[in-house]
């Protein structure tokens, strides 16, 4: 059985860091790309980052609001995803999903919430 | 990064037909499809489909999707009330290397 479980969220200060964790399992975690995707209390999905790969290596990419302040970053042996988030603002406040990339966005987290607020 | 554009909300009546649009451009919906999800209240999104037409297992065949140009669109027949949720698309975006999703569509079956 699929498995992603989220943790590491809570309530943190403007400016503090955080990271987040996604434990993994019942796939072959190295062979598939892995996003992180947030949605903010009552507002729509959002998507933060992916680590991919292909034949050249692994690669990632950031969203434009995140980008800079947030690395995301993978354990293959330990089956595990990451998310360090730095510089962290009021309006990342919100529930971070991880996500399995195999066609699109095919298995989902339950979220690990995040609130920044002074 | 302009998100794509989905309709804030759809209405149909019970076994009705209900059809929510999603439009980009021709650097994402255009270009490699649109995924659909569905969210219910407090729980994680579902995907529904991918690459405009493509069912992950156990998804239901009353739900199909398309893509004509730079517009995707979800299609539910015979509405139930668990059908009842917010949809969203999502496409990959070739020129920014970016996900772009739309804002989300809630559906209502009335």
């Known amino acids: 059985q699929v498995q992603l479980v989220e943790s590491g969220g809570g309530v943190v200060q403007p400016g503090r860091s955080l990271r987040l964790s996604c434990a993994a399992s019942?796939?072959?975690?190295?062979?598939?790309?892995m996003h992180w995707v947030r949605q903010a209390p009552g507002k729509g999905l959002e998507w933060v980052a992916v680590?991919?790969?292909?034949?050249?290596?692994?690669?990632?990419y950031y969203s434009d609001s995140v980008k800079g302040r947030f690395t995301i970053s993978r354990d293959n042996s330990k089956s595990t995803l990451y998310l360090q988030m730095d510089n962290l603002r009021v309006e990342d406040t919100a529930v971070y999903y991880c996500?399995?990339?195999?066609?699109?966005?095919?298995?989902w987290g339950q979220g690990t919430m995040v609130t920044v607020s002074s | 990064q302009a998100g794509l554009t989905q309709p804030p909300s759809v209405s149909k009546g019970l076994r009705q037909t209900a059809t929510v649009t999603c439009t980009g451009n021709s650097n994402n919906v255009g270009d490699q499809g649109a995924a659909w999800l569905q969210q219910h209240q407090g729980h994680p999104p579902k995907l529904l489909s991918y690459?405009?037409?493509n069912r992950p297992s156990g998804i239901s065949e009353r739900l199909s999707a398309s893509r004509s140009g730079n517009t995707a669109s979800l299609t539910i027949t015979g509405l139930q009330p668990e059908d009842e949720a917010d949809y969203y698309c999502?496409?990959?975006?070739?020129?920014?290397?970016?996900?772009?999703f739309g804002g989300g569509t809630k559906l209502t079956v009335l």
């Open positions: 690459r405009n037409n």
């Open positions: 680590i991919s790969f292909s034949f050249m290596g692994s690669f990632e």
């Open positions: 996500v399995k990339e195999s066609n699109a966005f095919d298995v």
């Open positions: 019942g796939f072959t975690f190295s062979s598939f790309g």
């Open positions: 999502s496409a990959w975006d070739s020129r920014l290397n970016v996900w772009v």
